[in-house]
C-alpha cells in the first residue's frame, strides 16, 4: 500500500512540476481548479453531505468562487485572493 502511495505521489509531482513550467497560466489554472474540485467532491463525502444536489451546488459555488476570483485578479485587484481567504475563514468560524 505504501509503495502505491509512493508512486502515486511520484507521478503528481512530476505531472504538476511539467505543467507549471510549460502551460500557459489560464490552462494551469483551469488543471489546478479541477484537482481541487475533485478533492472538494471527496471533501463532501468526509463532511456528511451525502445529497447528491447539495455536493454538486457546493462545488458550483466553488468553481463559481474560483472564477471571480480569477476575473477580479485578472482586472487587477490583487487583493481578491486574500479576500476570498478571509472571507472562507469567516464563514467556516461562523459554521463551527
Same mark, same amino acid.
Given at each position: 500500500?505504501?509503495?502505491?502511495?509512493?508512486?502515486? $505521489?511520484?507521478?503528481?509531482?512530476? $505531472?504538476m512540476g511539467a505543467?507549471?513550467?510549460?502551460?500557459?497560466?489560464?490552462?494551469?489554472? $483551469?488543471?489546478?481548479?479541477?484537482?481541487?474540485?475533485?478533492?472538494? +467532491?471527496? +471533501?463532501?463525502?468526509?463532511?456528511?453531505?451525502?445529497?447528491?444536489?447539495?455536493?454538486?451546488?457546493?462545488?458550483?459555488?466553488?468553481?463559481?468562487?474560483?472564477?471571480?476570483? +480569477?476575473?477580479?485578479?485578472?482586472?487587477?485587484?490583487?487583493?481578491?485572493?486574500?479576500?476570498? $481567504?478571509?472571507? +472562507?475563514?469567516?464563514?467556516?468560524?461562523?459554521?463551527?
Open positions: 500500500m505504501l509503495e502505491k502511495r509512493v508512486a502515486t $505521489g511520484a507521478a503528481m509531482v512530476v $505531472g505543467a507549471a513550467l510549460w502551460l500557459p497560466s489560464a490552462t494551469l489554472a $483551469g488543471v489546478l481548479l479541477v484537482i481541487i474540485l475533485l478533492g472538494a +467532491w471527496e +471533501w463532501t463525502r468526509l463532511t456528511g453531505i451525502l445529497r447528491r444536489d447539495m455536493r454538486i451546488c457546493y462545488l458550483a459555488v466553488l468553481a463559481g468562487s474560483a472564477y471571480l476570483v +480569477w476575473r477580479l485578479f485578472d482586472e487587477g485587484w490583487t487583493l481578491a485572493p486574500v479576500v476570498a $481567504g478571509a472571507l +472562507w475563514w469567516l464563514v467556516a468560524l461562523m459554521i463551527l
